[in-house]
């Protein structure tokens, strides 16, 4: 029997890993749901079936897959299976005609695998860099009720909404980034260049300079004498913080960071509400019970601290609580939505009214990405304005000093 290696979270969102003999991975996952705790990532390490086709992630030389492939990937598939084409031909038709090559690895990898004996969910959950849990679950209840077709209609859907809320975001912080990016390189070149030239130019005189001109140059000094211990000192915080992320802590310490930054963490945990509340109804709209809907929803938010609430409103629903009371409970939705969720409940319409609210929320967030410019351009024009105040200041007020002096010897 195959030995496999399990990444799992608790109840309370605490990290778990472990190893288990079982059948198959779903049998692994089968058994940690019913002891209460969440799968993260499972792979097989020693015995039975390799773990050929198993992709570990994409490499940096191999094309990135998007959101776009993945769309793509859903409109055809839905239309193939629309039309009564085999799985298994409109897999072979996909791969000849997709651009993304490391996508059509994927799917080669898939239908090898159908054609081993394995069903479509079975195939895609072995690829879970590329597949998200929520996306295998769709798929699998497509599989299960015969309407494979509308499955990836709904998920080509949300999956064109994501991609839109993702442009409007980039598109909003585009302009800050920009301004930023260009505030730090004019202070490099500053301090490293031309401040260089006014502190020669101010040593041929042997005066005492303003104290605004001695913070200049000093700072200035110590950029040019170690800026090379200081790019270092960059590069290596920069991958360290990469790697930082990748852990379960780190992930989560961020996640919850992210969301108490001021002005952009409301429109984040706005935006992923909304994710949330689109990704249940959905679920529950395509027949998915609403335990297994939360917890493939919570690995599938991109933000560990709202998915461990997630994970708790599960763990509330499975103890008999209402899912109002649940969501209640996580201290994350508005009065507004927390009304809408309990008149869903006693209505019976609980898919409709979480979609209401994943629109109020995506209203929400567009209306803040459009007063987040306005109220970042008051916050540049100020750094702007400091900075010029300074060099002013600290370079041509000693000028002026020394110009006056002259003209009075002379």
């Known amino acids: 029997m195959p030995l496999f290696e399990y990444k799992a979270r608790t109840r309370r969102g605490e990290p778990v890993t472990g190893e288990m003999e079982a059948e198959s991975a779903d049998r692994v996952a089968d058994y940690l749901f019913q002891s209460e705790i969440t799968p993260v990532e499972i792979q097989i390490v020693a015995g039975g079936e390799s773990n050929k086709g198993a992709r570990k992630g994409v490499r940096w030389w191999q094309d990135s ?4 492939d993945l ?15 085999p799985i298994l031909r409109g897999l072979d038709t996909l791969i000849a005609t997709t651009r ?3 996508l ?3 799917l080669q990898e898939v239908s090898d695998d159908l054609r081993g004996g394995r069903d479509l969910a079975s195939a895609l959950a072995r690829h879970p860099d590329v597949f998200t849990p929520l996306f295998i679950n769709m798929i699998k209840v497509g599989e299960n009720t015969g309407r494979l077709d509308e499955s990836f209609r709904q998920l080509a859907d949300y999956l064109e909404l994501e991609k839109s809320t993702r442009n409007r975001v980039r598109s909003a912080l585009r302009y800050p980034t920009m301004v930023i990016a260009t505030i730090v390189v004019a202070i490099v070149i500053i301090n490293i260049w031309v401040i260089p030239a006014f502190a020669k130019a101010f040593a041929r005189f042997n005066s005492d300079l303003p104290l605004a001109t001695q913070m200049l140059i000093a700072t200035s000094h110590f950029f040019v004498n170690w800026w090379k211990e200081m790019l270092v000192t960059a590069v290596v915080g920069f991958v360290g913080f990469r790697m930082w992320l990748r852990t379960d802590d780190g992930d989560y310490a961020w996640s919850r960071f992210i969301l108490r930054i001021p002005l952009v963490g409301g429109i984040i945990l706005r935006a992923v509400l909304a994710r949330f509340s689109r990704s249940v109804a959905m679920s529950i709209q395509s027949g998915v019970p609403l335990v297994q809907a939360l917890t493939s929803v ?3 938010l991109g933000n560990a601290f709202i998915g461990e609430r997630v994970l708790g409103m599960r763990t509330g629903i499975e103890a008999g609580e209402s899912i109002a009371r649940t969501a209640a409970a996580t201290g994350l939705f ?6 809408m969720i309990a008149i869903g409940e006693e209505t019976g319409t609980v898919d409709e009214l979480l979609l209401e609210t994943a629109e109020h929320y995506e209203r929400d967030v567009d209306y803040e990405l459009k007063r987040l410019t306005d109220a970042i351009e008051p916050l540049i024009i100020v750094i702007i304005g400091v900075m010029v105040l300074v060099l002013a200041l600290g370079v041509f007020l000693p000028m002026w000093d ?8 002379g």
């Open 334 to 339: 508005t009065p507004l939505v927390l009304q």
């Open 65 to 68: 897959i998007k959101l776009d």
């Open 402 to 409: 020394l110009s006056s002096v002259a003209f009075k010897k």
């Open 71 to 85: 769309i793509m990937m859903c409109r055809q598939f839905h239309t193939l299976m629309r039309a009564g084409v």
């Open 298 to 300: 919570a690995g599938a």
């Open 100 to 102: 993304n090559r490391t």
């Open 104 to 106: 059509a690895d994927v």
